[in-house]
């Protein structure tokens, strides 16, 4: 099936979608920090890049989106433009996903995952839920 629009207005939309500081990994920090959670972003150095680092607990956070990841839920289509382009791109973006979890729980770090699904389109009450859960989580299987 062909785009409807043309190759430069899709690359144009397509260069707008954030990697880093999206409002879901925002309203992620924003509950962990009132939440007494001090943290490291961008995890240089660190396999795969985690959104969030906390040191102390030695735990990181991945903020994944629905789509890019490939999570079986209700925000995954995969595109009917270049099916087998995005086939390709998203199955590697899991591949790579899988690996990087693996070295970081070699390195002795453990993993934690916010879907975009757990948050988007909620109400606030059931967001600041996921938040607590995530903090507990991380308090019970953390060091600090």
């Given amino acids: 099936m062909a785009d409807i629009i ?3 207005q899709r ?6 979608i954030r990697g880093k500081n999206t409002g879901i990994e925002l309203e992620v920090r924003k509950g962990l920090h009132a ?3 001090r943290y490291r972003l961008g995890g240089a150095g660190l396999p795969g890049r985690p959104d969030i680092v906390l040191p102390r607990h030695r735990t990181v956070v991945f903020v994944h989106g629905c789509f890019w990841h490939l999570h079986d839920c ?4 995969w595109p009917k ?3 087998e382009f ?9 591949e790579r996903d899988r690996r990087s979890v693996g070295k970081l729980k070699d390195q002795g770090w453990k993993v934690e995952t916010v879907w975009e699904c757990e948050l988007r389109g909620h109400p606030p009450a059931q967001r600041a839920e ?3 859960a995530l903090a507990e989580r991380i308090r019970k299987r953390g060091f600090g």
């Avoid at 995005?86 to 899991?94: M, S």
């Fill in 6 to 8: 043309s190759p430069e």
């Fill in 11 to 16: 690359s144009a939309l397509m260069s707008r």
């Fill in 35 to 37: 939440l007494g959670f």
């Fill in 74 to 77: 209700h925000l995954f289509r």
């Fill in 81 to 83: 433009s270049r099916p």
């Fill in 86 to 94: 995005w086939k390709k791109k998203i199955i590697a973006n899991q």
């Fill in 130 to 132: 996921v938040i607590l």
